[in-house]
Nanobody, 122 residues
Framework: VQLQASGGGLVQPGGSLRLSCTAP????????MGWSRQAPGKEREFVAV????????YYADSVKGRFAISRDVAKNMLYLQMDSLKPEDTAVYYC????????????????WGQGTLVTVSS
């Protein structure tokens, strides 16, 4: 399984970006899916997760109220809508998949995608 993340870029503080993740030949709805990030010089941290087959979502406190994880079943896509971005959101963002939601939260998913860089700077 190859998860492919995209949508990163340079954005000013207060701006928005939407990250996408897909996996050709892999039905994302059947899996818990999530996002994590790794800032320069820091460890990778959990950002958000969505339950398999349903809409329940969970977020890190640092992004709650600003980020929204969702999936489009018809397009087989996972998204992370990021609003009110702050410089401290600068990081490489990774999508992840696992049958068990908890494994994504504790950063041990079965599958990681390659990262996409988000830079928040004026």
């Amino acid at each position: 399984v190859q998860l492919q993340a995209s949508g990163g870029g340079l954005v000013q503080p207060g701006g928005s970006l939407r990250l996408s993740c897909t996996a050709p030949g892999f039905t994302l709805e059947d899996w818990a899916m999530g996002w994590s990030r790794q800032a320069p010089g820091k460890e990778r941290e959990f950002v958000a997760v969505i339950k398999r087959g349903g809409g329940s979502t969970y977020y890190a406190d640092s992004v709650k109220g600003r980020f929204a994880i969702s999936r489009d079943v018809a397009k087989n896509m996972l998204y992370l809508q990021m609003d009110s971005l702050k410089p401290e959101d600068t990081a490489v963002y990774y999508c992840a998949a696992d049958l068990v939601l908890h494994n994504i939260v504790v950063m041990t998913p079965e599958y990681w995608g390659q990262g996409t860089l988000v830079t928040v700077s004026s």
